[in-house]
C-alpha cells in the first residue's frame, strides 16, 4: 500500500491563478481531510469528507473548493491564488471519522508570489 | 528526565533521559486524543492514541496520560534517542464529526 499520495510535492503560483492540489488513498478508507500548515502553528482543518460524494467546511475553508467523486480521491481546488494562501497543505485518510487515528501524507509546499 | 509544565514550544533533554510532553485541550466534547510526530519535510506520524474512557494508554516507549478533569494530555518518551528529535503534536477528535483539532506543537531537541 502507498498509504496517502500528495501531488505536486513543490508548487509555485502567481497571484490569481488556478490549481487544483491532489490526494489519492489506496486504504479503501471513508473519511478525507485537508490541512494546512503555516510556520509556528498547528495544523488547521480546510474541508473533510465521511465519504464519496459528502464534504463539508472545516475551520479556515474560504477560497478552497473540494469534491469527492470516489472513496480514493480528494482534490483540493484554490479558485483564484493569494499570497494568504502561501502554506504546506496535507491531506490525510481514516477508516471512518470517529477514534480512528488519520494517516498523513508528506504535504504539498505551495507559495503563491 | 523533565517535565514540563503547560504547553512549551521547545522541550530540550539529553540522549537516554525521560522526556515529557504537555498539552492542554479545549474541547468537552473530545472522546479521542491523537499524539503524531513530525519530522522536518514530512507528514505527521501516528505515535499513539487514546479515548475518552482510559486514563493511561502504553506502546512501545511511549506512554500517554489523559486528565479530563483538567482536560491536559501528556505524552511520555522512555530512554529519549536521537531519532526522537522532531516536532510532537497532540489532536482532539471532537466527537462524531472526525474533526481533528491541532495544538500547536512542541518541538524536542535530543542532545547527544
Known amino acids: 500500500n502507498a498509504g496517502v499520495t500528495q501531488t505536486p510535492k513543490f508548487q509555485v503560483l502567481k497571484t490569481g491563478q488556478s490549481m487544483t492540489l491532489q490526494c489519492a488513498q489506496d486504504?479503501?478508507?471513508?473519511?478525507m481531510s485537508w490541512y494546512r500548515q503555516d510556520p509556528g502553528m498547528g495544523l488547521r482543518l480546510i474541508h473533510y469528507s465521511v465519504g464519496a460524494g459528502i464534504t463539508d467546511q472545516g475551520e479556515v475553508p474560504n477560497g478552497y473548493n473540494v469534491s469527492r467523486s470516489t472513496t480514493e480521491d480528494f482534490p483540493l481546488r484554490l479558485l483564484s491564488a493569494a499570497p494568504s494562501q502561501t502554506s504546506v497543505y496535507f491531506c490525510?485518510?481514516?477508516?471512518?471519522?470517529?477514534?480512528?487515528?488519520?494517516?498523513f501524507g508528506d504535504g504539498t509546499r505551495l507559495s503563491i508570489l | 528526565g523533565e517535565s514540563v509544565g503547560l504547553h512549551l514550544p521547545t522541550l530540550s533533554v539529553q540522549e537516554g533521559d525521560n522526556s515529557i510532553i504537555n498539552c492542554a485541550y479545549s474541547n468537552s466534547a473530545s472522546d479521542y486524543f491523537i499524539w503524531y510526530k513530525q519530522e522536518s519535510g514530512k507528514g505527521p506520524q501516528f505515535i499513539i492514541d487514546?479515548?475518552?474512557?482510559?486514563d493511561k494508554r502504553q506502546g512501545q516507549r511511549v506512554t500517554v496520560l489523559l486528565n479530563k478533569t483538567v482536560k491536559h494530555l501528556s505524552l511520555q518518551i522512555a530512554a529519549t534517542q536521537p531519532g526522537d528529535s522532531a516536532v510532537y503534536f497532540c489532536?482532539?477528535?471532537?466527537?462524531?464529526?472526525?474533526?481533528?483539532?491541532f495544538g500547536q506543537g512542541t518541538t524536542l531537541q535530543v542532545k547527544p
Open positions: 490525510a485518510s481514516s477508516y471512518n471519522r470517529d477514534r480512528q487515528p488519520q494517516h
Open positions: 486504504m479503501n478508507h471513508e473519511y
Open positions: 487514546i479515548r475518552s474512557n482510559m
Open positions: 489532536a482532539e477528535n471532537i466527537l462524531e464529526t472526525g474533526k481533528l483539532i
